[in-house]
């Protein structure tokens, strides 16, 4: 059973170009949260989807930032005009119902994105 | 708002020595606890969980208890190995909140 698959690992733009990460969950899983991991800090949650919905987008910044999560197909998490602010790793995490007491989220091994 | 207080890194120890990673949170309601585990270019590991106060979650040798009165959840370990070199974080999962909330991590490093 597959865990659950970012790509790429490695991403490098220049500013001003977009960012596109694709999450794939593990399968049964119709929930996935995005979370943003700095460069010596912690992870910082982004948004958390379920098919088709965003059900809380909080910690997503108001621009450039973008999540979604089809009926068919990954979840993509774009960036648009990327600035150098926005290099680290970006995680993402699914699980088959509202993550928490009994469904603990499962990780990707991120896509570290570089902005040059 | 939740929040989670981790001991600040890193740590290194020797193998064989005994670890506590301290992990204070502060949420509304009654949060579900957990240790996660970060190795070098991976993701996060759940490692263990506790659920309700006086929980214990345990899970290859790591232990942590979900104290109330003290609003802690310490991981502790007896021997530690090489192996477990790894970043740990703590996090707390509130129903009101609907998200994982992290700690800032722990860097443990453990020398043969």
């Known amino acids: 059973n597959a865990g659950v698959m970012q790509n790429p690992r490695h991403l490098v733009r220049r500013r001003g170009q977009e960012a596109r990460l694709r999450c794939s969950p593990m399968?049964?899983?119709?929930?996935v949260y995005w979370y943003r991991q700095l460069p010596e800090e912690g992870l910082k949650f982004m948004v958390y989807?379920?098919?088709?919905?965003?059900?809380?987008e909080s910690g997503m910044p108001k621009e450039r930032f973008s999540a979604e999560f089809p009926k068919e197909g990954p979840s993509i998490l774009r960036i648009q005009q990327v600035v150098r602010g926005d290099s680290a790793a970006y995680f993402c995490?699914?699980?088959?119902?509202?993550?928490?007491?009994?469904?603990?989220?499962?990780f990707g091994n991120g896509t570290r994105l570089t902005v040059t | 708002g939740n929040s989670v207080t981790q001991m600040e890194g890193p740590v290194t120890l020797s193998e064989e020595a005994f670890l506590t990673i301290n992990c204070t949170y502060t949420?509304?309601?009654?949060?579900?606890l957990f240790w996660y585990v970060q190795y070098p270019g991976e993701g996060l590991q759940l490692l263990l969980k506790?659920?309700?106060?006086?929980d214990k979650g345990s899970n290859k040798g790591f232990e942590a208890t979900y104290r109330k009165e003290t609003t802690s959840f310490h991981l502790e370990k007896g021997s530690v190995q090489v192996s477990d070199s790894a970043v740990y974080f703590c996090?707390?999962?509130?129903?009101?909140?609907?998200?994982?909330?992290f700690g800032s991590g722990t860097q443990l490093t453990v020398l043969p």
């Open positions: 995490a699914s699980s088959p119902a509202e993550g928490g007491t009994g469904s603990p989220l499962h």
């Open positions: 399968k049964g899983h119709s929930h």
């Open positions: 989807l379920q098919k088709e919905n965003i059900i809380d």
């Open positions: 949420a509304t309601g009654y949060p579900s």
């Open positions: 506790a659920t309700k106060a006086d």
């Open positions: 996090a707390l999962y509130s129903g009101s909140a609907r998200q994982l909330t």
